[in-house]
């Protein structure tokens, strides 16, 4: 087969090829996954919040870095990405997925591109197969979660920074534009792009060097045959290509230099509200090891390649499936093996050259250096991705974009067997049978790799339902579709109706509401369970219409709080169990009087023991609702109580033994509060002290200092009152301490 005639083949079969990836992404697409994710919906209702705002953010920031998923700024590129879609098509659940299936088939063609354009490999289309047929590539890029963006691009930076290498210096440009797309559209995207620039800024130093001082590409200087031209890259001798770079690199570095001096906080607050090892009162040492071995886990074969339940349940496909195919392990295996090999080779020519360059003088060409080049950033952009997990806890969300770097490895195997025509480990066969032989192969590939990928799209649509039938909280979080369908529908026929939306089957329910309904029907929605009017007398109506898990309604009937609990439809689960039930509900008559009874029980102090600086208190305080005593004296502000409603909140702390009290240094939520403070001498009289505190930043610290103190204190009472809230608020307190001067 001639060069021409394969190369057109070869196209023909990535157009192929990128047509079923699309069909493999596009048919089903909002039944599969069968949840949609309240981060799924955030994008959406994020763009739509910045383009009724005039591109500000909640805070007043013009075309803000960065946007808050509930408690965390995480959310970047990906909200800018869906605001023309949103503009033009609206918003709707397969809108939403497809902008990211479109982000993810430029990474895809991306990976295809490497392999063609970089490497020269046979097969190159093949890799959009494998891909489509990879478990969780195919589940992930079906989403709208960022992490599928983010690993799209990237692909692309990789692509285009290993044609800076070995093609032209001018790529260096879409390189750095699409790490900064990475880099902002998944907050892991920060550690994964931040380690890998700094690892190819060091390894390529000298190539960088050259071509800042106006030298050629490897392509130029003899190279492997990576590019398709041989015309001349060569920089103009000037500063203004470096110029123009270090300009690209300040106006893509800026809105997160802005982001952190806005918010200099965040970034530790979300490593604490994931829970990171590396806050845990351990050693240095230890914190190493952990992270050792999440690293290693993150890139290990049984993390990869064996069906377990290490991931949720909900970021799996199905119980049989790894998150790659087993299949691909060994050519993954060979890859890996002609990677390692071809930069032995570069070694070995490196060494060579040098000596022939001793002897003879300079010597021009130098193919495998430049090929090895290209093998290293891969090899590099594998060890790159875990680095962000291992900070926290191995999740496939967080290394997905292993995905990008292991196909480009499995390509390069496959691109090995296709060239055994041109080694000798074929013996008396004739090139044309060897040559014939090797399409019939490669079109036996294609056809097995288009069945894995549609078979896995109909194994989703089909089984995938059933796959994990925990569809509440802990699982699956099914629902947001079919619930809102039903809301949307009684809210029509019912212009009074109020509907209590339970917000226990999934995180962050309280978004589906601005993504599903119209602002009219928002205002009709409450995302509030039956617990609430359980534990307090609320306004209750025949209008309302409760929507409530199956443990709800046996709670509500447990309690004896109401007189009727009428259900009168149900949402099934997709295996036919009921899902939710929709129910009203009415008081029994003598309501009043037990939640009377009950909230006095409730405001009874507590008393418990612990330690303040220390030393051992005894502590008598209203009732927390959530928190401990240990979690105030923790000298943590992270960690909090929250009070039972009630306004204020008392606390007496009396001490081991009288000690001197100069001040009081405490973390509280955010509000306007006053504080009242007695400060109780061993035989003396109570000394009290008050002070208002308005205006202060979020979650705010606060020194009150007590001037004119007793010398010793053996008891401090404190009252603390929220300004802008009834006896119903429930205040949080994070930390609380003494001074002992003023």
């Known amino acids: 087969m001639t060069t021409h005639r394969r190369r057109h083949t070869a196209l023909a079969a990535f157009t192929v090829a990128l047509l079923i990836y699309a069909a493999t992404r596009l048919i089903g697409l909002t039944r599969y996954p069968i949840y949609f994710f309240s981060d799924e919906a955030i994008q959406t209702v994020a763009a739509a919040d910045l383009l009724r705002e005039h591109f500000r953010n909640s805070d007043g920031l013009l075309w803000p870095p960065y946007f808050k998923n509930f408690a965390v700024w995480n959310l970047s590129l990906s909200v800018y990405l869906q605001m023309l879609p949103l503009r033009l098509l609206g918003m709707s659940v397969y809108v939403t997925r497809w902008v990211s299936v479109m982000v993810g088939m430029l990474g895809v063609a991306a990976v295809a ?102 030298g050629r590409g490897e392509r130029e200087q003899g190279g492997d045959g990576a590019g398709e031209s041989t015309r001349s890259s060569r920089l103009p001798f000037s500063l203004s290509p470096l110029l123009l770079f270090l300009a690209l690199a300040v106006l893509l570095a800026w809105p997160y230099v802005r982001f952190r001096q806005a918010y200099p906080t965040d970034l530790t607050y979300h490593l604490r509200s994931l829970n990171s090892y590396w806050f845990n009162d351990t050693s240095t040492a230890v914190k190493l090891g952990e992270f050792a071995d999440r690293y290693l886990y993150a890139l290990s074969p049984r993390y990869w390649f064996r069906p377990g339940d290490y991931d949720l349940a909900r970021h799996r496909m199905g119980p049989s499936l790894g998150h790659m195919r087993l299949v691909f392990l060994p050519l993954l295996i060979l890859g890996l093996v002609v990677a390692l090999g071809r930069l032995w080779d570069a070694l070995a020519e490196k060494r060579a050259r040098r000596a022939a360059a001793a002897e003879f003088g300079a010597i021009e060409g130098q193919p495998t250096l430049a090929t090895a080049a290209a093998v290293r950033a891969v090899l590099l952009s594998l060890l790159a991705v875990p680095v962000g997990a291992a900070l926290v806890d191995v999740a496939i969300t967080r290394v997905l974009a292993t995905v990008v770097p292991a196909t480009l490895l499995i390509g390069l195997g496959i691109d090995w067997l296709m060239r055994l025509d041109t080694k000798n480990e074929i013996r008396n066969t004739s090139e044309e049978r060897i040559s014939l032989l090797v399409s019939r192969l490669s079109s036996l590939v294609f056809l097995l790799l288009s069945l894995m990928s549609l078979g896995l799209l109909r194994y989703a649509l089909a089984d995938g339902p059933t796959w994990f039938t925990d569809y509440g909280m802990g699982g699956m979080q099914y629902g947001a579709s079919q619930l809102f369908e039903v809301i949307e529908a009684r809210l029509a026929a019912d212009p009074d109706a109020q509907i209590m939306l339970s917000p226990d089957w999934a995180n962050g329910t309280s978004i589906f509401a601005p993504f599903f309904l119209s602002a009219d029907d928002q205002r009709r929605v409450q995302t509030l369970n039956v617990d609430a009017f359980i534990s307090q007398k609320r306004l209750l109506t025949p209008d309302m219409l409760f929507i409530m898990l199956p443990g709800e309604v046996e709670r509500a009937l447990g309690s004896g709080k109401f007189a009727t609990v009428d259900v009168e439809d149900t949402i099934f689960y997709p295996d036919g169990r009921p899902g939710f039930l929709l129910a009203r509900l009415a008081y029994a008559p003598d309501i009043d009087a037990v939640f009377a009874a009950e909230l006095e029980a409730l405001r009874q102090p507590v008393t418990e023991t612990g330690t303040l600086d220390g030393a051992p208190v005894t502590v008598t305080h209203t009732r927390f609702e959530a928190g401990q005593l240990a979690d105030l004296f923790d000298g943590d502000a992270f960690t909090l109580v929250r009070h039972i409603a009630g306004n204020p909140v008392r606390y007496e702390i009396v001490f081991d033994a009288p000690r001197p009290v100069g001040g009081l240094a405490a973390d509280f939520g955010t509000m306007d509060f006053a504080l009242t403070v007695t400060l109780t001498p061993p035989g003396g009289a109570p000394v009290d002290y008050e002070q208002e505190f308005r205006g202060l930043d979020p979650d705010p610290h606060i020194t009150m200092p007590f001037p004119d103190a007793p010398p010793l204190v053996s008891s401090l009472t404190l009252a603390i009152r929220d300004l802008n809230a009834g006896e119903d608020v429930k205040i949080h307190v994070r930390e609380l301490g003494v001074t002992s001067d003023e």
């Open 113 to 214: 591109g490497t392999l063609r354009n970089v490497f020269r490999a046979r097969g190159w289309y093949l890799s959009v197969l494998v891909l489509a047929a990879t478990p969780a590539w195919f589940l992930h890029s079906r989403t709208a979660f960022e992490t599928a963006e983010m690993t799209a691009f990237y692909a692309l930076f990789l692509y285009c920074y290993l044609l800076y290498r070995t093609r032209a210096p001018r790529f260096i440009f879409p390189a750095l534009v699409f790490a900064a797309a990475a880099f902002y559209s998944y907050s892991n995207g920060q550690a994964i792009i931040g380690v890998l620039v700094l690892a190819l800024a060091i390894v390529d130093a000298p190539y960088h060097w050259r071509v800042a001082q106006g």
